[in-house]
């Protein structure tokens, strides 16, 4: 792949999302739906979720979302091009919680050096996990970097939880959320 124009995925040009690992596409589809003045890109591995955010998006007739199959690193690593995202979504990513699989984590320096590299000047990331001990990894990572300011998270209504938050808020767990600017 060569890097993305966005001139010609979207018809607007606008400030672009996107919502790594979009999963069922419950966030992305509110956000596109709530923001208009906005693009989306929802990226996930599995076909059959996309197909079914990508026929709501249609019926819907939103024109700020588009949808990519690929992998997430892949994808911010070679196809995203410089300072062209305005905002990252990880929301709910895999913990890898065993320590022989850390090494698996999207979160990490390589990660964070691309998402720096691809987002605009003071350009957010927002992240969200269940996962008590990958937060505070997630944390130490965004510091270590060095290159991302902490901010406060914004408030979302209930109407903008991803599946997976539902899931973990019915059963009574925990939800933590950051969300870092680029210096």
């Known amino acids: 792949f060569e890097p993305l124009d966005w001139g010609r995925v979207f018809a607007r040009e606008q400030p672009i999302e996107i919502d ?9 589809f509110w956000a596109a739906q709530t923001q208009p003045q906005r693009n ?6 599995l076909l059959r979720r996309l197909r079914r955010v990508d026929r709501r998006a249609v019926r819907a007739g939103l024109q700020n979302l588009h949808l990519l199959r690929i992998e ?20 709910f990513p895999d913990p890898w919680p065993k320590r022989r ?3 698996r984590r999207l979160i990490g320096a390589p990660f964070l050096a ?17 996962h008590e001990e990958y937060f505070e990894w997630i944390q130490r990572e965004f510091q270590k970097d060095g290159g991302f300011i902490q901010d406060e998270p914004a408030p979302l209504p209930e109407e903008a939880r ?4 539902r899931k973990f808020v019915a059963a009574g767990k925990e939800v933590y959320r950051c969300r870092w600017r680029k210096r």
């Not at 790594?20 to 992305?28: N, W």
């Open 101 to 103: 699989h850390q090494g």
């Open 114 to 130: 691309d998402v720096r590299r691809t987002l605009t000047v003071g350009g957010i990331v927002n992240c969200a996990t269940d």
């Open 20 to 28: 790594l690992g979009c999963g069922k596409g419950s966030f992305l």
């Open 40 to 45: 989306f890109v929802g990226v996930d591995r």
């Open 162 to 165: 991803t599946d997976f938050e």
């Open 72 to 91: 997430s690193t892949y994808l911010i690593s070679k196809v995203i091009p410089d300072h062209s995202v305005s905002t990252y979504h990880v929301l």
